[in-house]
């Protein structure tokens, strides 16, 4: 599959949990991004790598909400000490022009 | 108000009906304009990328721009059941760092 692959596809924690998520993107696809959706809404933009310089930051992106490309390959996610409000889909993206999105990372926080 | 407006439905048509979708938007800045796909508990699958205005067709999609107006129109032809889904605008300008805003959705159900 050369498609965007995200890991785990669920997630159930705990609040004030701390909690990861990876990203591999398409190879050949330079720039990355993280979105966030909660239901009945659409994505909404998080944060974005080009290569593995972190070029862009939303002020939803608290400081709980940290955001790593190492080598400008795989991303992780990690949100710390999570809360109710975290519980949503979380969607990783790569593209050269056009974005292609992963299947998400649904994150329940009880 | 947000910057990519959608009603989100649920627009409800027989199989077979021409499924007209539509978005307005408020920034002059945005140039490029994607309609996405998204069935239940899935990521957002692209079905159409324009650029600034004019039409594009792909199948039984055309995707149609018109900038003067600020409003994006996504039509489906023949639809049919699995065509169902909650189907999203996005919007990208120049100068973002190609990040994308998305209307809230549209939900399609096709009934057979």
């Known amino acids: 599959d050369t498609g965007v692959s995200q890991d785990p596809r669920h997630k159930i924690t705990k609040r004030g949990q701390n909690v990861t998520f990876r990203c591999d993107p398409i190879s050949e696809h330079n720039r990355l991004y993280w979105y966030r959706q909660t239901l009945g809404q659409g994505p909404e933009f998080l944060t974005y790598f080009q290569n593995e310089a972190q070029l862009e930051k939303s002020r939803l992106l608290s400081d709980r909400f940290s955001a790593e490309r190492p080598k400008g390959s795989f991303s992780t996610l990690e949100i710390q000490r999570t809360e109710q409000g975290d519980s949503a889909m979380y969607l990783c993206?790569?593209?050269?022009?056009?974005?292609?999105f992963g299947q998400g990372t649904r994150l329940t926080v009880v | 108000q947000k910057e990519v407006e959608q009603d989100p439905g649920p627009l409800s048509v027989p199989e077979g009906a021409i499924v007209s979708l539509n978005c307005t938007y408020s920034n002059s800045a945005f140039q490029y304009f994607m309609w996405y796909r998204q069935y239940s508990r899935k990521g957002p699958e692209l079905l159409m990328y324009?650029?600034?205005?004019g039409n594009k067709e792909d199948g039984r999609f055309t995707a149609q721009v018109d900038k003067s107006s600020k409003y994006i129109s996504l039509f489906i032809r023949d639809s049919q059941p699995s065509d169902s889904a909650t189907y999203l605008c996005?919007?990208?300008?120049?100068?973002?760092?190609?990040?994308?805003?998305f209307g809230g959705g549209t939900r399609l159900m096709v009934k057979p």
């Open positions: 996005a919007c990208r300008s120049l100068n973002a760092g190609n990040m994308l805003t």
């Open positions: 324009t650029y600034s205005s």
């Open positions: 993206a790569s593209s050269f022009s056009e974005a292609f």
